[in-house]
């Protein structure tokens, strides 16, 4: 059964295209998880804390370190479809926690101990949010591609499998 579930997941008829979602993917995960864990005060922790993510200083560099391994293993085509599981997590809450507060034009209370902070823009509203959406959105896409096609026929998958 878990021969199975593996052989589904490095399973690829995608075509070799598919490797320029996958070098966009990692051109942009990668060098994002290096600079949260070597500037920490300014795209790490420090950020999560101005953004309101609970746990700054244990979700900055995990999910700097999530992005690094996840988009390493994207640009090599190898599990393609379960590392993009943790990126299309790390999309949905940067969206939630970054953009939702753009589009209500305030900061958005979610619990009693959880409030995502809105950033100063000269404007709010559903055409500012979808203008600070946009590479969030290409990313999330490109990472739901790349679940549900795999890695291709350039990739590590395709060879292994």
Do not use: N
Request: glycine share 10%; aromatic share 14%; with cysteine.
């Amino acid at each position: 059964m878990i021969d199975k579930i593996l052989a589904y997941r490095l399973t690829t008829d995608a075509p070799r295209w598919t490797i320029f979602i996958r070098l966009a993917l990692a051109g942009v995960f990668i060098p994002e998880g290096i600079q949260k864990l070597i500037y920490p005060e300014m795209l790490g922790a420090g950020r999560f804390i101005k953004m309101g993510i609970p746990y700054p200083e244990f979700t900055g560099p995990l999910v700097g370190w999530v992005e690094i391994i996840c988009g390493s293993l994207i640009l090599l085509g190898l599990f393609t479809r379960l590392a993009a599981v943790p990126l299309i997590i790390t999309m949905l809450v940067a969206i939630t926690a970054t953009k939702i507060p753009i589009w209500m034009g305030q900061d958005w209370v979610v619990t009693d101990s959880i409030t995502f902070y809105v950033r100063e823009l000269k404007t709010y509203g559903f055409w500012s949010f979808m203008h600070e959406a946009r590479l969030d959105w290409a990313m999330l896409m490109g990472a739901c591609y790349l679940f549900f096609v795999g890695g291709g026929q350039w990739s590590l998958d395709k060879r292994v499998r």
